[in-house]
């Protein structure tokens, strides 16, 4: 069974970067695609971004050209690597695998990780 484990979440400043980890149990290099989503409190899930197995990137109009997604297959590890964030960043932010929808880079997927809060401060 895949399991996900993020890491990486905590306090940063408005305008700083924070880099999140997603540790997989289990080989990602033949999952479809990895994707990041957030939910901030009172807010309904929001997807993030993705990335396919050929290596493809999506990001949502929120966060592009701030957010990059990179992927160690090595490792076993997917990255969200987050600069200029503001507060609207602030959330929960969950990392996923396996998209069995419609969509390879909006899912729905089938595996989820906890997730691992980010705070944005003045």
């Known amino acids: 069974q895949m399991q996900l484990a993020e890491s990486g979440g905590g306090l940063v400043q408005s305008g700083g970067s924070l880099t999140l980890s997603c540790q997989a149990s289990?080989?990602?290099?033949?999952?479809?695609?990895m994707a990041w989503y957030r939910q901030a409190p009172g807010k309904p899930r929001e997807w993030v971004a993705a990335i396919t197995q050929d290596g493809t990137a999506q990001y949502a109009d929120s966060v592009k050209g701030r957010f990059t997604v990179s992927r160690d297959n090595a490792k076993n590890t997917v990255a969200l690597q987050m600069n200029s964030l503001q507060f609207e960043d602030a959330a929960v932010y969950f990392c996923?695998?396996?998209?069995?929808?419609?969509?390879?880079?909006?899912?729905?997927?089938?595996?989820w990780g906890p997730g691992t809060q980010v705070i944005v401060s003045s």
């Open positions: 996923a695998a396996n998209s069995v929808g419609a969509s390879l880079f909006q899912g729905p997927f089938y595996y």
């Open positions: 289990a080989s990602i290099a033949k999952i479809n695609s």
